[in-house]
């Protein structure tokens, strides 16, 4: 909690303390003034001074040391014998300061232990206070450390979720390149500079934890033009993007596994639109919708068939996770698996552009 507002809380107890002194005071129509009564007479200095020394031990000495330990016990006693301390202390000061003790102390042994009782059980109320002033603060600072932790762990786990992505793209694009090297040479040339553009994007633009969505399309571009140059047919793919992109940014590699899954189960590469992309942006909302062919085999084999990203397939389940950190009840993730056409649905609403 801030400290200025850590004061104010401490400057608003007290004034209301006083304030509710004061009209004690007019209450019982005494002809002293309020400020003169407070600050100028024996009364009022054991109305605040016995008070203000208790409840600050308590607030800065007791309560930290024994309260977290869950020595209640000890505190209670403790506080007891500091409230009954205090009185006793504060009533000597008095009677040092003034050249003698109050009046009601020399009055009888009975009435000078009833008024130092009652100012014990005055100082006692304003440590109770303390304590819960205290343990309100610690509990607000401890939500705020908490909640931090969260976001650090979510940023953490994220990192973690998208590096485990990351290699399956790089390990595909360099298979590709080396059954090209053999078949096509100028091309190989072409996807190595396609790829240099690619790892660049990877491995610098895409550390952000946020990227303007109009980055990630861009090198959504290179990468399926990237995969187009090793298609018999270009064709296979059919890739569509509509919508107004400006101001609008998005999280590094959110959509690229997902086409990554599709290249590696699409039908073949001579079968015209096996592999179908459309990207749609309207205001701050996206969505994406990918969906391949595939050949389905035997039943008794179809398990191994099954897409990376489906239902239960780990792709799919770090997908989830990922989205799920970072896009938390701002998404919503559809898959379906039918007429041997796996299809994946995300829509999703980012965020502004961070200028």
């Not at 801030?2 to 104010?8: E, L």
């Not at 000597?92 to 003698?100: D, M």
């Not at 396609?194 to 290179?222: C, G, W």
């Not at 997908?319 to 379906?336: D, E, F, G, T, W």
């Amino acid at each position: 909690m801030p400290r200025s507002v850590v004061a104010i809380l401490h400057g608003g107890y007290w004034g209301l303390y006083l304030l509710l002194i004061a009209m004690m005071v007019i209450g019982t129509r005494m002809n002293t003034p309020v400020p003169q009564f407070l600050f100028s007479t024996s009364a009022g200095f054991l109305l605040i001074a016995p008070n203000v020394v208790a409840f600050y031990v308590q607030y800065f000495i007791l309560a930290p040391r024994l309260f977290p330990r869950k020595r209640f016990g000890l505190l209670a006693l403790v506080s007891l014998l500091t409230a009954v301390s205090t009185s006793l202390m504060c009533a000597a000061v008095l009677g040092v300061a003034s050249g003698r003790a109050p009046s009601v102390l020399r009055t009888s042994l009975a009435n000078a232990a009833a008024f130092i009782t009652w100012l014990s059980m005055l100082a006692l109320i304003h440590m109770t206070l303390a304590l819960v002033i205290r343990g309100f603060i610690s509990w607000y600072e401890d939500i705020a450390v908490k909640e931090q932790l969260a976001r650090k762990t979510s940023e953490v786990e994220a990192a973690l979720l998208r590096a485990k992505l990351d290699p399956h793209f790089l390990f595909n694009t360099l298979n590709n390149i080396d059954v090209l090297i053999m078949r096509d040479a100028a091309a190989a040339s072409n996807y190595v500079n396609q790829l240099s553009d690619i790892l660049r994007f990877v491995l610098y633009e895409a550390r952000a934890e946020r990227i303007p969505l109009d980055a990630e399309l861009a090198y959504f571009d290179k990468y399926i033009a990237l995969q187009r140059i090793r298609m018999a047919n270009p064709n296979v793919v059919s890739y569509t993007l509509s919508g107004d992109t400006r101001g609008l940014s998005i999280a590094p590699m959110l959509l690229i596994p997902f086409v990554e899954n599709a290249f590696k189960h699409a039908a073949g590469e001579r079968e015209a639109g096996a592999i179908v992309v459309a990207i749609s942006v309207q205001q701050d909302s996206l969505t994406f919708v990918c969906s391949n062919s595939y050949h389905p085999l035997p039943v008794t084999q179809h398990t191994h068939n099954a897409p990376v990203m489906a239902a239960g397939g780990l792709g799919h389940e770090l997908m989830h996770q990922r989205l799920n950190l970072i896009y938390p009840k701002r998404h919503a993730l559809a898959v379906s698996d039918s007429n041997s056409r796996y299809s994946v649905r995300l829509d999703v609403t980012l965020d502004a552009r961070r200028v």
